[in-house]
């Protein structure tokens, strides 16, 4: 008899993991289902032969794997491959009730032939949904064959049921049931009409085992990441019990591969809004974080582009382990080089905020009588000109290469020049400075200190590794990096300055810096080739993601179209796309509210507001209302409050505490990052998104006006992607022409809405726009 054919033998400890569609199972079935598998996942760990478990052999699985249940409870159970002589146990599946052991012991187990994981089909839950509602009409799937699926990783057993679908709503059906998340992903390219030739590149290649699979090997399959959860037993208890985000313990096999693999130097991990980079930065550091040895020093930086991002990272970092915020130093870039600066003998002053900045170039130019210059436009030529190029010198910048920016003539450059010079010595004047004044000290020190580091290195390894303290009389100090690795998020946002910074602080070498960006998203920066400050994230060390964990497919469909035709670069000398770019989560059309005038516009989202709060029960925290400037969110706020009794908070730069249940009022500028249930996108009005301002440019600087343009479309695409469940467009006036070409012929009237002697109607529908 094989050692399967009973319960597990053998006294060693049990490796008990849950694969996902077992996690899925518990999570559909609530809390108390959730801490009974708990339970029984650490009781099997103790002890695989305690009886209390009922653990019984089912049926062999392969040649080398077994099928057991177990009784988590008295109600609910679950079903158990055990591999290696029952030293290594999965957690499959979970069922409740009086059938559950009848519902477990029909399930279809099989390794997938292109993923090597473990995957199970329910084929009588899917007979009885979907076969049931079988039409004589040709199946949806037809044209692609069984060969083409099973190819493209659609587990083999659900090949009967597929070929009797015939409409969309048969599989919405199917796709209701907990399938394997690869079948499910294909299925629904294939639906969208993806080319199947995308759908292996995008879609299975990425989940393809990096061996050949081997449909019988059980012991191998129960072993790999795509079957196991990414934490170690400890944290899948800990996370089962309570309530928890999948991302902590499943990772998709791609974002498994970048967050695991050793590169050669720095790498980059792109990809559309939610598509988990935040989560693989956070990975990684882990990963890097697992390799140090033991200390007690902060050898990892992660940082980003603002402060209240850097609170969220810290948040989200600890949720992976509260101890890796003993390594890892983590704050925004701004503050990172604000402490360089102070820690230098360098007398810089107090950083003017950048409303105030602004205001300064505003001062300067009317002083200077150079009124034809914006303030904005000046501001961004010394950042991203004179300072990113590090200009000196009038001849240098005459001459310096100002790719991607608007053309100037020389005599312009020239009155720039001056107006920098004005800007500058206004600024010494008054002991003030800037935050991108900040960043390029930082950079200069760091790099200053770097040459240092790299001079003492030399001359120790030519000298058979002698103390340096003589050597360093001045200093005596015996300079290291200050970094080992630096792992940045938003990494399309930072300044030359900022990347000059981050290159100086750790040394060029294995995993050395790993960034995660999109540049579809840029808001504040400008574009950087990042070869240029010496960072090479070329072929192998750029992957791309491109499936949407956040937003449901119906509200990416309409933001996708605000950036259609644009083109973006890929933070270096290449260009991106967000070919593959997808969702597989489903939900409401996105909705479109117009209203005669703005006072309209914003009462009618008080009224969507407190319905969704009253009827749905979602929680004011939930909610987010986006504006495009300062004055808005003030507009709306006071409406709220004043008409509407609603509980409001700005969302500021620091960002918002979670625990306040209060709707988030913010620019579209602080939603960067950020993610909420529903989304009210407001004021997008012709004139306002884009501002009616850069029309002056039309004419006058085509370059100009087609960067405005573009920045005021990311904006809004970032904006329109923090939704998770629901997202309101709404304007007052005219459409923006950013919105679908019928949307003020085809929206909701926020007027039918406030009418005084109905309730509020057609709020929760959508439309076609
Ligand atoms: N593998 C995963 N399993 C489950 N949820 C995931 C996974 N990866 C990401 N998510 C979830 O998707 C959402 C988006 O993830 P994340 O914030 O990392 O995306 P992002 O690419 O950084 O987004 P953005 O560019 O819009 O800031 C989060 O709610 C995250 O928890």
């Not at 002890?47 to 057991?68: K, P, Q, V």
């Not at 300055?497 to 400008?526: C, E, T």
Request: proline share 3%.
């Amino acid at each position: 008899m094989r050692h399967g054919a009973g319960r597990p033998a053998g006294r060693g400890r049990t490796r008990v993991q849950v694969n996902r569609q077992a996690h899925a199972d518990a999570e559909r079935r609530g809390p108390a289902v959730a801490e009974a598998v708990t339970d029984l996942v650490q009781r099997l760990r103790a002890d695989r032969n305690n009886r209390a478990l009922r653990l019984s052999f089912l049926r062999e699985a392969g040649d080398n794997g077994d099928l057991h249940v177990a009784r988590a409870d008295s109600h609910c159970m679950v079903l158990l491959l055990s591999t290696d002589g029952g030293d290594e146990m999965r957690v499959l599946a979970v069922r409740d009730g009086a059938r559950a052991r009848d519902e477990l012991a029909r399930l279809t187990v099989e390794i997938n032939p292109v993923s090597g994981g473990v995957e199970v089909v329910d084929q009588s839950e899917v007979s009885a949904n979907v076969v049931a509602l079988t039409e004589r009409a040709t199946p949806l799937f037809a044209r692609y064959g069984h060969r083409t699926l099973v190819d493209l990783g659609v587990v083999p057993s659900l090949l009967s049921a597929l070929d009797k679908v015939t409409t969309d709503e048969q599989l919405d059906e199917l796709l209701t049931h907990n399938l394997p998340e690869l079948t499910r992903d294909v299925l629904l390219a294939l639906r969208d009409r993806m080319d199947p030739e995308d759908v292996r590149r995008h879609i299975t290649d990425q989940w393809r085992a990096d061996e050949e699979v081997n449909t019988d090997d059980w012991a191998r399959a129960a072993k790999r990441a795509v079957s196991q959860a990414e934490t170690d037993d400890d944290a899948v208890l800990d996370a089962l019990g309570r309530s928890f985000d999948a991302w902590r313990l499943f990772l998709h096999p791609e974002q498994h591969r970048i967050a695991s693999t050793n590169f050669k130097g720095s790498a980059k991990v792109t990809g559309g809004p939610g598509t988990g980079k935040t989560v693989v930065a956070l990975h990684r550091v882990r990963h890097l974080v697992d390799r140090l040895p033991p200390g007690h020093t902060r050898p990892v930086l992660l940082t980003t582009y603002n402060t209240n991002l850097a609170l969220d990272l810290k948040e989200r970092l600890r949720q992976l382990g509260e101890d890796l915020l003993r390594r890892v130093d983590i704050k925004s870039v701004d503050a990172l080089a604000r402490e360089v600066v102070q820690e230098s003998s360098l007398n810089v002053g107090l950083p003017l905020d950048d409303d105030a900045a602004m205001d300064l170039w505003h001062t300067v130019r009317t002083e200077t009588d150079l009124l034809q210059y914006e303030a904005d436009f000046l501001d961004a030529e010394f950042k991203h000109v004179i300072l990113a190029h590090r200009c000196g010198s009038w001849d240098f910048y005459r001459r310096v290469t100002r790719a991607g920016r608007p053309r100037i003539s020389t005599g312009q450059r020239h009155d720039v020049w001056q107006l920098v010079q004005a800007y500058r010595a206004q600024l010494d004047a008054e002991r003030r400075t800037t935050y991108a004044l900040i960043a390029d000290q930082a950079a200069g020190l760091e790099q200053h200190r770097m040459a240092r580091v790299e001079e003492q290195a030399r001359y120790k390894d030519e000298h058979g590794g002698l103390d340096l303290v003589h050597r360093e009389a001045g200093s005596g100090m015996w300079l290291k990096p200050r970094y080992q690795h630096i792992v940045v998020d938003e990494a399309q946002d930072l300044s030359a300055s900022h990347w000059r910074m981050l290159r100086a602080m750790v040394r060029k070498g294995p995993n050395d810096i790993f960034l995660a960006g999109d540049a579809h998203q840029r808001i504040y920066g400008s574009r950087v080739v990042l070869s240029h400050h010496g960072i090479e994230i070329r072929g192998r060390a750029s992957r791309r993601l491109t499936l949407n964990y956040r937003t449901t497919r119906q509200i990416l469909g309409s933001a996708n179209r605000l950036i259609e035709g644009e083109s973006f670069d890929d933070l270096d000398t290449g260009s991106d796309t967000l070919d593959g770019y997808r969702s597989v989560l489903t939900g409401l059309a996105p909705q479109f509210w117009r209203a005669p005038d703005r006072r309209t516009e914003m009462r009618a989202v008080a009224t969507l507001i407190r319905e969704r709060h009253d009827t749905y029960g979602t929680l004011y925290s939930a909610m987010a209302v986006a504006v495009p400037d300062g004055a808005s969110a003030q507009e709306f706020a006071n409406v709220f409050v004043s008409e509407f009794r609603l509980p409001v908070v700005e969302l500021g730069k620091d960002g918002v505490r979670s625990d306040i249940d209060a709707v988030r009022i913010g620019t579209m500028y602080r939603f960067k990052g950020l993610e909420f249930q529903r989304v009210f996108l407001t004021s997008v009005g012709e004139g306002q998104v884009p501002h009616q301002r850069i029309e002056q440019y039309k004419l006058a600087n085509a370059d100009r006006y087609r960067q405005e343009e573009q920045r005021a479309r990311s904006l809004v695409f970032v904006a329109a992607t923090r939704a998770r469940d629901e997202l309101i467009v709404t304007w007052s006036g005219k459409a923006s022409r950013f919105l679908p070409p019928n949307a003020d012929e085809t929206a909701y009237r926020s007027t039918d809405l406030l009418r005084p002697d109905e309730p509020p109607s057609g709020s929760s529908g959508s439309t076609a726009a």
